[in-house]
């Protein structure tokens, strides 16, 4: 009978270690139970360096520090391929918050494109952050006078995992010029305004919050820049084939720049986990981004005001803590 009951003790507490071991193994491969977890140490996923993501993450992560006081609380911001990885990262639970187009979300919870059978259930918006515009820049010395002209050219198009590149390509082929009737550089802008400042590229492409720190970066090296209007029926193509909207960049938008570029625009947007962050927290998130707005050196945070706090949002789904902050403010009903 001793035998009898220690064999059983035995074998219980062998059970018990295969099931924990199989609950830790869970958690180190990104399990569910691990990525639906409320936290309070949170990552955000930005843009690449030289874009308005990356920056804005950087001063909107300070902004939270100094003004949330929830215990256990922190965040960071990190580089990361913009739009499509940063959903498609809060989904996975890798991270907790990001900043992407809206018509980028739009494809996700229409699992269209890049997204096609891909769940984003778990991704919310938090609020609107400001306008992006496409901007298609080259040099007066290439020679290039329209987008047509780039059939045959070198030209940066984003770096992978972001809007730009779709934004790319369907911009050219409102133009006829197809996948490989041009060498395509994925960078980040950074790396484009470098690669265009020494003659490696002929043009960029790239989706971003005007006016972009690197383009001035790039008119101070080269005296020389030159943007491409998008226009007549390319532009109603564009606009046709994809949520964006007809958008003019005014002059004066860049000190130096003296005449209205016609392009097209999307609304960046401030992204959230509605299982990672608890809805007190992205409540908190929420007030003090709008009430501090104006702390943020970044010129786009000029733009993040709670007149357009739901601009380019329509059905897309808002974090229950952002709702709140928007209902008790009177943003919404």
Request: aromatic letters at 6%.
């Amino acid at each position: 009978m001793k035998k009898r009951t220690l064999f059983l003790l035995i074998f219980i507490l062998a059970i018990g270690m295969i099931l924990s071991a199989c609950g830790e193994s869970g958690k180190g491969s990104g399990g569910d139970d691990a990525d639906k977890e409320a936290k309070t140490n949170l990552t955000m996923g930005t843009g690449s360096v030289g874009g308005v993501y990356y920056p804005l993450g950087g001063e909107m992560v300070n902004l939270w520090k100094d003004n949330i006081d929830v215990d256990g609380f922190d965040v960071s911001s990190v580089e990361s391929g913009a739009s499509v990885e940063n959903i498609a990262k809060i989904q996975g639970g890798d991270y907790q918050l990001g900043i992407a187009q809206n018509t980028t979300l739009i494809s996700a919870v229409d699992q269209t494109g890049e997204f096609e059978g891909k769940d984003s259930s778990d991704v919310a918006v938090i609020a609107s952050l400001y306008p992006e515009a496409v901007q298609v820049a080259t040099l007066e010395s290439t020679g290039i006078e329209s987008i047509a002209d780039l059939k045959g050219k070198k030209v940066a198009v984003g770096p992978p995992g972001g809007a730009t590149r779709a934004a790319a390509e369907l911009i050219l082929k409102a133009y006829g010029i197809e996948e490989g009737d041009y060498e395509a550089f994925e960078e980040g802008f950074g790396d484009a305004k470098s690669k265009l400042q020494n003659g490696t590229i002929d043009a960029s492409i790239e989706v971003v919050g005007v006016p972009s720190s690197s383009t001035d970066e790039l008119q101070a090296a080269t005296k020389e820049v030159k943007f491409l209007d998008i226009e007549g029926d390319a532009l109603q193509q564009v606009v046709d084939n994809s949520q964006y909207e007809a958008y003019t960049v005014e002059p004066g938008t860049y000190e130096w720049q003296k005449e209205p570029v016609q392009t097209v625009t999307a609304m960046a947007l401030l992204l959230g986990s509605k299982s990672a962050v608890s809805e007190d927290l992205a409540y908190d998130l929420t007030k003090s981004l709008f009430e501090n707005a104006d702390k943020m050196s970044i010129a786009q945070a000029k733009l993040i005001t709670k007149d357009s706090a739901l601009t380019g949002v329509g059905d897309l789904p808002l974090h229950p803590g952002a709702e709140k902050y928007f209902k008790e403010v009177g943003i919404i009903e």
